[in-house]
């Protein structure tokens, strides 16, 4: 293919007007790469329970995936127990794949998470039921994309409440390397209309961070007085982990807001 041809094509993919279902288009991220996708111009819905869609009863789920193109899966469940989540991301990911398959949907986008390849074959963590919804992802036949993320900004806060018993915030001795939900969330619009990989890619923020400052980070700005206390026996979600099992692979797609920015901006706005 001549660069011409390969310039001409990406100004046709940029063109083409999609419709393009966002699974828990209402959550976190979600709602954020339904956005940049509607203000690219495609025809954009975004299917959760808030919006009459339940993804794992298929409850709506025909209706919403009719004409849809591209399915871009950003659910998340509210168990993060292994069993839980197993039973949760498989059921709602074969619903997904069977019934968009039959709606004709020809690139399979979902939202995976950095660590997955290191901690999915892990002991029954959140971890090796998202390594288990990649491989159903990979192994079904539909093109497919999976990005991996790695922490949320705005999810910081849910780390320290789940690691925080009687006041005390035991985190694990890990690094990390967290991204805004909108810098992920730019990383899954721009694959949905690219496309499909055929693999996974990995996406994080500019900084490093010990798990146990960037949570302090998180607590003191919001004139929180819990204490954070890092050790290497703690957990997370489930995992027993290893200083880097947190940390995305070198050629990971960096992005660009810093974490102290972010919460400044927070601090501003509300
Ligand atoms: N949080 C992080 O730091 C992070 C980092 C990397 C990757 N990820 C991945 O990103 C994904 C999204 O995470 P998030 O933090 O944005 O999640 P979230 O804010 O909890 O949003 C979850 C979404 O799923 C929908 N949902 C849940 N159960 C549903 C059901 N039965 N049927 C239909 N919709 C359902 C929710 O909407 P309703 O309640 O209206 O149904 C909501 O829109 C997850 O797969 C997670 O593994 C997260």
Request: aromatic share 8%; proline share 3%; with cysteine.
């Given at each position: 293919m001549t660069v011409k041809d390969r310039v001409d094509k990406v100004a046709k993919g940029a063109r083409e007007k999609m419709r393009i279902v966002v699974a828990g288009g209402t959550g976190v991220v979600?709602?954020?790469?339904a956005e940049k996708l509607r203000l690219a111009g495609h025809d954009v819905v975004a299917a959760s329970r808030r919006t009459g869609v339940n993804l794992y009863t298929r409850d709506g789920l025909q209706e919403a995936l009719e004409g849809a193109q591209v399915v871009v899966d950003c659910c998340n469940s509210v168990y993060t127990d292994y069993a839980g989540a197993l039973d949760f991301f498989e059921t709602e990911t074969l619903n997904l794949l069977t019934l968009g398959a039959a709606a004709g949907v020809r690139h399979h986008v979902v939202l995976s998470l950095v660590g997955t390849d290191k901690l999915g074959q892990a002991n029954g963590s959140y971890f090796e039921a998202k390594a288990a919804q990649e491989r159903l992802v990979a192994e079904s036949g539909v093109p497919y994309s999976i990005i991996r993320s790695t922490q949320f900004f705005e999810f910081v806060r849910a780390i320290a409440d789940s690691a925080t018993e009687a006041q005390v915030t035991r985190v694990a001795e890990a690094l990390v390397q967290p991204i805004a939900a909108a810098d992920a969330a730019d990383a899954v619009?721009?694959?949905a209309t690219g496309d499909p990989l055929m693999s996974?890619?990995?996406?994080a923020g500019p900084d490093q961070f010990r798990l146990g400052d960037l949570v302090?980070?998180?607590l003191r700005w919001s004139r929180d007085p819990?204490?954070?206390?890092a050790h290497a026996e703690g957990e997370y979600f489930g995992s027993r982990l290893q200083p880097?099992?947190?940390l995305p692979v070198a050629d990971a797609r960096l992005y660009w807001s810093h974490f102290t920015d972010w919460l400044d901006q927070r601090e501003r706005t509300s």
């Amino acid at each position: 293919m001549t660069v011409k041809d390969r310039v001409d094509k990406v100004a046709k993919g940029a063109r083409e007007k999609m419709r393009i279902v966002v699974a828990g288009g209402t959550g976190v991220v979600g709602t954020k790469v339904a956005e940049k996708l509607r203000l690219a111009g495609h025809d954009v819905v975004a299917a959760s329970r808030r919006t009459g869609v339940n993804l794992y009863t298929r409850d709506g789920l025909q209706e919403a995936l009719e004409g849809a193109q591209v399915v871009v899966d950003c659910c998340n469940s509210v168990y993060t127990d292994y069993a839980g989540a197993l039973d949760f991301f498989e059921t709602e990911t074969l619903n997904l794949l069977t019934l968009g398959a039959a709606a004709g949907v020809r690139h399979h986008v979902v939202l995976s998470l950095v660590g997955t390849d290191k901690l999915g074959q892990a002991n029954g963590s959140y971890f090796e039921a998202k390594a288990a919804q990649e491989r159903l992802v990979a192994e079904s036949g539909v093109p497919y994309s999976i990005i991996r993320s790695t922490q949320f900004f705005e999810f910081v806060r849910a780390i320290a409440d789940s690691a925080t018993e009687a006041q005390v915030t035991r985190v694990a001795e890990a690094l990390v390397q967290p991204i805004a939900a909108a810098d992920a969330a730019d990383a899954v619009a721009r694959t949905a209309t690219g496309d499909p990989l055929m693999s996974a890619i990995e996406v994080a923020g500019p900084d490093q961070f010990r798990l146990g400052d960037l949570v302090s980070l998180e607590l003191r700005w919001s004139r929180d007085p819990r204490e954070v206390v890092a050790h290497a026996e703690g957990e997370y979600f489930g995992s027993r982990l290893q200083p880097h099992d947190l940390l995305p692979v070198a050629d990971a797609r960096l992005y660009w807001s810093h974490f102290t920015d972010w919460l400044d901006q927070r601090e501003r706005t509300s």
